[in-house]
């Protein structure tokens, strides 16, 4: 149905936000407090205690150590953190969810040691039955996955690429000042110290070190104070086979020119394709010459301007942007010329002076590269957070690629045991978007159907569980040969020349394509709400397509290729925006929401309804796992005089679990993007009015500031009646103020 009504921004009350209301209760038992989990927990203390009696004696109590506090499964919730047992403000960091750095002194652990033996109060013996185990850090557990493979075979080649990180004692400048003198003491002693160099971008602090042999590995483990032994990883043009395609001559397509600018950072687009120079406004190179390599960022460029003509996808009508080259990626095809590669430090400096120079005008980022080993494992990684943090840090929004994989099977996949499949870094990264590749083309012997995800496409989830990637889009597909002739989508190469190639390298750009159409519409510029408006059009347009086993690759969906029916609403489909802040100890209840009469028949309430909710949560990467510290809510659904309220939303996976790692693992606790869905085909029982309720949650009881959400509600007639009026009226008849969601389109309309 034809969509030509405005969206529409919905304004709470007065009386909307209200108080939280207050929880509380007695300490809760995991198990029968007895003797033997007594012994436990204080033979793990001692244990501990005598695991660094040495480095108390050597730095004089001076300077804290660190150890790992394991929870019961069941007991993760901050509730439960062991607080009369181990003292407040004790917990610094997170492993895994279940898994919490603690900070201790010769001081501490002893009175935690004195607690645990005379656990005279409720309080303390419950505490102790939610502790799982409390171990010392090992050398062993520090020296990363990727290291340890590369010190079996091509070790010498990152000799001068080694990566630490220290523990950040909860930001105590005084107490990091310490660990950091006394690493710095211990790396003299080993003749290491010289070869130290600082890499600080963003607000990442981790050093680049130059070893001499494998055995310096295991040395630098088994420092006090080193939270991570790494590499910096290295980042190259992804592979790129093309198949060349005989294809009519671009012509005067029908488009609208626009001044959004898309920054490109790749491996340039080169000046010698006629058909992209124009666009490009501005050019910054870091490649060297004979290193340079405009195929792959060509072939990007091209998908942006021209990707739905090359590959005959409709489109009512296209548009024009502006283009940044940011030239970083060097060559690494040796028929090309020479080649290299970028360290991850490296790029993170070109990134970060490239934001310095452009981010304040240049808002839309694309970022498809390729790289080696660091595929996601739940926590952060270094890149991730540092993208994470220019994005915050500029304003500005990345669209990231999952990454490839070779994997010559025919879809559906079974995910990899070794998760060698997941998303590979930045797509980790919680404030970009994530995208994975769906096949456009299909023949009788490829591995995919059309829109069947790619079978090189990597799987999330992302850090904590969260959903990555978080939508798809077309970029190809190939045969069990891996052939990709017919299969693949068309693009331009540097030269001009239509070419045939296949990657999430060229379904990200097509994605944020979509994503720089709704920005570049919207009156008011907002990334967050652009954002929310593409996620929640994929989750709408692919409702039909996806089953929940195909999460893990196609993450939300597809958005639809047309804008304009992403901005606006038909008669029987209306959308409405939340769009606003919540503070701390504050809730969003709106009492008596009108739903649309027309759906209400023989005492049921009928029709069919989609929530998606995104918000940018607070970020700290000391607590790896649980890496987002704040987490909002939302349920919708009608009240009942003989009932309690709870919601009639379904969120994408099950959160109906008990303990809180399962609530994280499959419930989307903590999740910046959170989708829900109902369809209320059969009817659910009238009410006495509908209830819409924001909840907002921090870890560990720490005060954070307020939080922008963007909630959008979808509310859907599968009969195609009108609704729309009857939801306007209502709005107004409950008094609610609301304003259209103003877009471009309209306003040349009414000019």
């Not at 001081?107 to 502790?131: H, L, P, W, Y």
């Not at 185990?133 to 080649?157: G, R, W």
């Not at 004979?290 to 942006?304: C, D, E, P, R, V």
């Not at 296209?318 to 095809?333: G, M, Q, T, V, Y």
Request: hydrophobic share 35%; charged share 25%; with cysteine.
């Amino acid at each position: 149905m034809n969509k030509n009504l405005p969206i529409k921004i919905v304004l709470p009350r007065k009386d909307d936000v209200k108080n939280i209301r207050a929880g509380g209760g007695p300490k809760k038992f995991f198990c029968t407090f007895n003797a033997e989990v007594q012994k436990h927990v204080v033979n793990s203390l001692k244990s501990v205690n005598d695991y660094y009696e040495d480095f108390f004696l050597e730095t004089h109590n001076a300077i804290p150590a660190t150890a790992l506090l394991i929870m019961k499964d069941e007991a993760c919730a901050k509730s439960h953190t062991p607080d009369s047992l181990l003292g407040k403000n004790i917990i610094i960091g997170a492993k895994d969810i279940n898994q919490f750095y603690i900070k201790i002194s010769k001081e501490s652990i002893g009175e935690s040691i004195f607690r645990a033996i005379k656990a005279e109060t409720d309080s303390v013996q419950a505490n102790m039955t939610a502790v799982q185990n409390i171990v010392p850090i090992e050398p062993d557990s520090k020296i990363s996955a990727f290291l340890k493979q590369i010190l079996q075979k091509d070790f010498e080649i990152y000799k001068k690429k080694i990566k630490i990180k220290l523990f950040d004692f909860d930001g105590d400048d005084d107490t990091n000042a310490r660990v950091q003198q006394y690493v710095f003491r211990k790396l003299k002693e080993l003749d290491l110290l010289e070869k130290l160099q600082p890499i600080y971008h963003g607000d990442s602090k981790l050093y680049k070190l130059e070893v001499q042999n494998k055995a310096d590995i295991l040395k630098l483990s088994k420092i006090v104070g080193i939270q991570t032994v790494d590499v910096f990883y290295q980042y190259a043009l992804p592979a790129f086979s093309t198949e060349k395609i005989n294809f009519e001559h671009l012509d005067s397509i029908p488009h609208i020119d626009s001044d959004t600018i898309i920054g490109i950072i790749d491996g340039g687009i080169g000046d010698k394709n006629k058909a992209l120079k124009p666009y490009i406004v501005n050019k910054k190179t870091y490649v060297a010459d004979g290193y340079k390599n405009n195929l792959h960022g060509a072939f990007i460029a091209s998908t942006i301007l021209y990707g739905n003509y090359l590959n005959t996808i409709a489109e009512s009508k296209s548009k024009r942007f502006k283009l940044l080259d940011i030239e970083a990626l060097p060559n690494n095809d040796p028929i090309i010329g020479f080649t290299d590669s970028i360290s991850e430090d490296e790029l993170m400096e070109v990134i970060e002076n490239t934001l310095k120079e452009f981010g304040g005008i240049v808002k839309l980022w694309n970022l498809s590269i390729g790289m080696d080993g660091c595929f996601c494992n739940g926590e952060i990684s270094d890149f991730g957070h540092f993208l994470d943090c220019m994005q915050d840090t500029y304003g500005v929004q990345f669209f990231v690629s999952a990454g490839n994989v070779r994997r010559l099977e025919k879809w559906p996949l079974v995910p990899s045991l070794d998760d060698s499949d997941r998303i590979i870094s930045p797509a980790d990264s919680v404030r970009a978007v994530t995208v994975g590749s769906l096949a456009y083309r299909d023949s009788e012997n490829s591995l995919s159907k059309k829109n069947e995800p790619s079978t090189f496409s990597r799987r999330g989830p992302g850090v904590g569980f969260t959903v990555k990637p978080e939508i798809v889009d077309y970029g190809g597909n190939w045969d069990n040969s891996g052939n990709i002739k017919q299969l693949g989508m068309l693009g331009m190469s540097d030269n001009g020349e239509v070419v045939e190639n296949i990657g999430t390298s060229f379904a990200t750009p097509r994605a944020l394509y979509k994503y720089a159409c709704i920005y570049d519409e919207l009156v008011e510029k907002d990334l967050l709400l652009s954002k929310a408006l593409l996620i929640h059009s994929a989750r709408i347009n692919s409702r039909k397509i996806f089953d929940k086993q195909n999460k893990l690759y196609v993450g939300y969906g597809l958005p639809p290729n047309d804008y304009q029916n992403i901005l606006q609403s038909s008669i029987d489909e209306v959308t409405v925006v939340f769009k606003q802040g919540i503070k701390q100890g504050k809730m969003l209840e709106m009492i008596d929401f009108p739903y649309p009469k027309s759906l209400i028949r023989d005492g049921k309430y009928y029709g069919e309804i989609f929530m998606t909710l995104v918000y940018n949560p607070v970020l700290d990467k000391n607590f790896g796992v649980n890496y987002c510290r704040s987490n909002i809510d939302a349920s919708f659904g009608p009240m009942y005089s003989n009932k309690k309220y709870s919601s009639a939303m379904i969120l994408e996976k099950n959160s109906d679990f008990a303990f809180e790692k399962e609530r994280v693992k499959n419930g989307l606790k903590w999740a910046p993007v959170k989708s829900y869905y109902r369809n209320f085909s059969k009817g659910i029982e009238v009410g006495t009015g509908w209830k819409l309720e924001i909840n907002r949650l921090t870890r560990y009881d720490v005060v954070l500031p307020e939080q922008e959400f963007i909630l959008l509600l979808t509310i859907r007639d599968p009969n195609g009646n009108d609704i729309y009026s009857d939801m306007i009226n209502g709005l107004r008849e409950k008094s609610f103020v609301t304003t259209n969601l103003e877009i471009r389109s309209q306003v040349r309309q009414r000019q």
